[in-house]
């Protein structure tokens, strides 16, 4: 059984830093992308950054970049999304995923996600 479990959400000021771990247990990470994505109250669930097995490849939304860095270490089974200068706009729940295969923004191409950590950022 695959579990992903996202830790590290909480309840921060504009400007602050955060830093979101997923730990993968049931399985290797090996040739599997991850990804993360958020969902606000009341809007639907969107990609934020994806990565690829081996790191060479990432994927970022547009609203994000040069804000977040994605990590992985795929020995520890984690994946890390660093997410700096955060906005009140980035305030949502935040899940890990697991895909075999691509880097994809689709949330619906991922086979495996974690319940959620949540993201406050208050302005």
């Known amino acids: 059984q695959v579990q992903l479990v996202e830790s590290g959400g909480e309840l921060v000021q504009a400007g602050a830093s955060l830093r979101l771990s997923c730990v993968v247990s049931?399985?290797?990470?090996?040739?599997?992308?991850m990804g993360w994505f958020r969902q606000a109250p009341g809007k639907e669930r969107e990609f934020v950054a994806a990565?690829?097995?081996?790191?060479?490849?990432?994927n970022y939304a547009e609203s994000v970049k040069g804000r977040f860095t994605i990590s992985r270490d795929n020995a520890k089974n984690t994946v890390c999304l660093q997410m700096n200068s955060l906005e009140p706009e980035d305030t949502a729940v935040y899940y890990c995923?697991?895909?075999?295969?691509?880097?994809?923004?689709?949330?619906?191409?991922?086979?495996?996600w974690g319940q959620g950590t949540q993201v406050t950022v208050s302005s």
């Open positions: 995923a697991a895909r075999r295969g691509w880097a994809s923004m689709e949330s619906s191409r991922y086979d495996y």
């Open positions: 990565i690829t097995w081996d790191s060479d490849n990432t």
């Open positions: 049931g399985r290797t990470l090996d040739w599997y992308a």
